[in-house]
């Protein structure tokens, strides 16, 4: 609310040349004004639809069309082709089922989770807060390394058993998307009017029956609205899966990746992508009913006065709490025992693997130190935050207008849509799209695939959406009429633009910055494609020490993990102390 009375305070003296009868400026400057405005508008359209088009839709579409034409002809027969071969129904199989089993368990444990964490208050609340939000955070790629370190031989929970297995993968995907639950269903619960469920209780109704006839309807959105995300995510997951499931249990997305790079069939590629595409497109439209009914409900809450002191003698408080207790320790272990194993050298415990961080690895494994790679990374990160912030706040604005015209709102609604797709599809199939078409680009004498921003795009590509999530519920929560009243007070679209969105959107648009940082910091299904040799990310060179064998390669990748995370989670940390009350959907 700072940024809406700085607003206010800045338009609240009327202007020296405004008529002094109506406060409002001439007929001909407003005409200008409106041109202006429509001008300015169209080309916060066309900027991220361009770039969408060029760097998303085009490459996409090279890959797919690419495996169903032959000789430049139609040729649907890759599809009876690849849904002949028993290994395509598996891997689909394997896909939805990863991604549902994930969806139900994080569902399961993130509702008590919510429920202590954003309805109850007890000592450390924020600590926990922000440290179930770590492994969302944190990159594939050191997920999966995590639970290596506590699965594999010699781990802490080496006697399970469940090193390489579905099991290890589910409760990977789980560890990844449970703070998504607990943030989206605990977002809306905390702005819940518990009156209703008070008089429920008054009315005689036990505390689970009140739960189960008036909480619960209440947070069906939300809850909906998270689970369709987290199976978003587990049934595109690709780094945790590699790293965890290696051939064996590979998803969609990580066959994909092996057609493409192992066997070179770009048409069973083509076609497992449109087979994701078609999952994508149905969840991302069961998420975005469910975010819409979450909006309608939003505006319709009370405000927040809930809270109360944590009982550990009430019953529903006490089962709540013993539920989020187990998965933060669950959710430690992994952290735990990747730090720990870490530490320990070949030659006894010591900091040696984190030295060892300046060469190049046993047998030069690498190219480049993981020094060199670290500063690789940050510097593309940066180059893809300020990307992925420009368009990405760009497409927010457009989107949280409401058009009067109804073909206006249904553009709007298309173009929101649209910019969620980089979210799900294949980066794997961006990755390589980039490298089908940006050789000649529209017959241009240019080779796109030897630039240095090549990576940064295709990382800003993956961000976009996030920035857009971010920034849009706030966006959307101003009142029309503080831009009305800015207009009528003189104001140009322009100062109407800093004085009311911008100032009120500035903290979420420093959480969204932190946000594309961080995904950008631990992206690796374009960066596996697209890195040269020369100039690889950090997540690109722990891959490589995981493959590689040797005790001296596979502490430093442990340690690199350890590295990476630590710079993501500090990223996410100073971010989110910029989180507004409105906050964001991620």
Do not use: C
Request: hydrophobic share 55%; net charge positive; proline share 6%.
């Amino acid at each position: 609310m700072d940024g809406h009375r700085h607003g206010l305070t800045t338009l609240d003296a009327p202007r020296p040349s405004a008529p002094a009868s109506s406060g409002r400026p001439p007929r001909a400057g407003r005409g200008r004004s409106g041109v202006g405005g429509a001008l300015w508008w169209a080309l916060a359209a066309a900027v991220p639809l361009a770039f969408l088009g060029v760097f998303f839709a085009w490459p996409v579409a090279t890959l797919v069309a690419r495996g169903f034409t032959t000789d430049g002809a139609l040729d649907l027969s890759a599809f009876t082709e690849v849904f002949a071969r028993q290994r395509t129904w598996r891997i689909i199989g394997l896909t939805l089922a990863q991604a549902g089993i994930a969806t139900v368990i994080a569902v399961a444990l993130g509702v008590p989770g919510a429920y202590v964490l954003h309805r109850r208050r007890f000592p450390g609340r924020a600590a926990v807060r922000a440290f179930v939000t770590v492994p969302f955070v944190l990159p594939t790629v050191v997920v999966g390394v995590a639970f290596r370190s506590l699965l594999a031989t010699g781990g802490p929970l080496d006697f399970l058993g469940l090193d390489g297995t579905f099991a290890a993968i589910v409760a990977a995907l789980v560890f990844f998307n449970y703070a998504l639950v607990v943030r989206t269903v605990g977002g809306l619960w905390e702005h819940l009017d518990p009156r209703t469920e008070q008089a429920a209780r008054a009315l005689g109704a036990s505390p689970l029956r009140a739960f189960g006839s008036v909480t619960l309807p209440a947070l069906a959105p939300a809850i909906a609205s998270a689970a369709s995300l987290v199976f978003l995510f587990s049934a595109t997951a690709f780094g945790t899966v590699l790293v965890l499931g290696g051939m064996r249990y590979g998803t969609i997305e990580t066959e994909i990746w092996i057609q493409t790079t192992q066997f070179l069939d770009l048409r069973a590629a083509s076609v497992l992508s449109v087979v994701q595409l078609v999952i994508v497109a149905a969840a991302l439209a069961v998420a975005a009913r469910a975010r819409r009914t979450r909006e309608r409900a939003l505006s319709l809450a009370a405000p927040a006065g809930g809270e109360r002191p944590l009982r550990l003698r009430n019953g529903s408080d006490a089962v709540a709490a013993g539920v989020t207790a187990l998965v933060v320790v669950l959710i430690a272990l992994p952290l735990a025992s990747l730090v720990v194993r870490s530490l320990r050298t070949p030659t006894g415990w010591g900091l040696g693997n984190y030295a060892a961080l300046g060469t190049t690895g046993g047998g030069n494994a690498l190219t480049v130190t993981v020094w060199e790679a670290a500063a690789n990374s940050l510097r593309i990160a940066f180059d893809a935050t300020v990307i992925a912030v420009v368009v990405g706040g760009l497409v927010a604005l457009v989107v949280s207008r409401r058009p009067r015209r109804r073909s206006a709102r249904r553009a709007v609604s298309l173009l929101d849509a649209v910019f969620m797709l980089p979210l799900g599809v294949s980066a794997v199939t961006v990755g390589f799209g980039f490298l089908l078409t940006l050789d000649n680009p529209f017959g241009l004498d240019l080779d796109l695939r030897r630039s240095a921003l090549l990576v940064p795009i295709a990382q800003a590509v993956v961000a976009v959406p996030l920035v857009v999530r971010t920034v849009l519920p706030v966006l959307r929560a101003i009142d029309p009429r503080l831009r009305e009243a800015a207009a009528a007070l003189g104001a140009g679209p322009g100062r109407v633009l800093a004085s009311v969105d911008v100032a009120m959107a500035v903290r979420a648009l420093g959480l969204a910055v932190g946000l594309a940082f961080a995904v950008s910091l631990g992206e690796f299904g374009a960066t596996s494609f697209l890195a040269r040799p020369d100039r690889p990310t950090l997540p690109v060179v722990i891959f490589k020490l995981i493959g590689r064998p040797g005790a001296e390669n596979h502490g430093m990748a442990l340690a690199a993990s350890v590295l990476l995370a630590l710079v993501t989670a500090g990223i996410i940390s100073v971010a989110e102390r910029l989180r507004g009350p409105a906050g964001g959907e991620l």
